[in-house]
């Protein structure tokens, strides 16, 4: 199939899943992952309609971002973790960071932004199975607090909403717990009212589980292999 056809694909089934949760689906992003992908298929996704794309390397992208600048409405996510020393380098390429996790890297994005005078939207990636080799706040955490805390005097950042990836299992459906562990943490967020956070955005769901997420109250999806194909070596 090509990239279009697995785009309405996707679609389609983003908008059954939104139905059997009693949803909008016009409340759910679709973000093309096109990590690894080439300017090619990702110019290929936006003719066929997708504004939102995720990149999971600073230093893939700066490769890419030359050609794609003529892609005027487009929005650029890094979704991948993201070193502090490339703080600077990620704050001028990215329209947004999904993928924050500590206070010290909000702070080099937020002294970085200030200099471009850009406002750069985050997410807190949220690490909900507690896997030692993921990147990602603990939802209990004191980390976390402190950087909720820190919010309103990160002036040039938009905190916007919380981002996890589950534990990878063949079964999507063991995927759903982990959902709705980011969904009770989001609504805990909301009600504390605190000065300058957002939890509007809850990125959650990827090619194999994306239809449990959105069940679950995902906003964005992050899709590649189902729109892309697989990518090589994999």
Request: with cysteine; hydrophobic share 45%.
């Amino acid at each position: 199939m090509s990239v279009a056809e697995n785009i309405a694909d996707v679609r389609e089934r983003i908008t059954a899943a939104a139905r059997r949760a009693g949803r909008d689906p016009g409340e759910i992003t679709l973000m093309a992952v096109s990590k690894t992908f080439a300017v090619e298929h990702i110019r290929e996704a936006y003719a066929d309609g997708l504004r939102v794309f995720g990149e999971n390397r600073v230093q893939e992208f700066i490769g890419k971002a030359a050609a794609l600048r003529n892609l005027r409405d487009a929005e650029w996510h890094m979704i991948g973790h993201l070193q502090s020393n490339k703080a600077a380098a990620a704050a001028e390429l990215f329209t947004a960071i999904d993928s924050l996790d500590s206070l010290r890297l909000a702070e080099k994005l937020n002294a970085s932004a200030e200099k471009l005078g850009k406002k750069l939207g985050v997410l807190i990636e949220i690490n909900v199975g507690g896997e030692t080799a993921k990147s990602g706040l603990a939802p209990d955490s004191g980390d976390l607090e402190d950087l909720l805390m820190a919010a309103p005097g990160l002036d040039h950042l938009e905190l916007r909403g919380l981002m996890t990836i589950p534990p990878f299992t063949e079964d999507a459906q063991e995927a759903r717990p982990y959902f709705r562990q980011l969904r009770a943490l989001r609504d805990q967020i909301a009600a504390q009212r605190l000065p300058a956070v957002r939890v509007d955005v809850l990125s959650m769901g990827m090619s194999h589980d994306f239809e449990i997420a959105i069940e679950e109250g995902s906003t964005c999806v992050r899709v590649g292999t189902a729109i892309f194909g697989p990518r090589k070596g994999s």
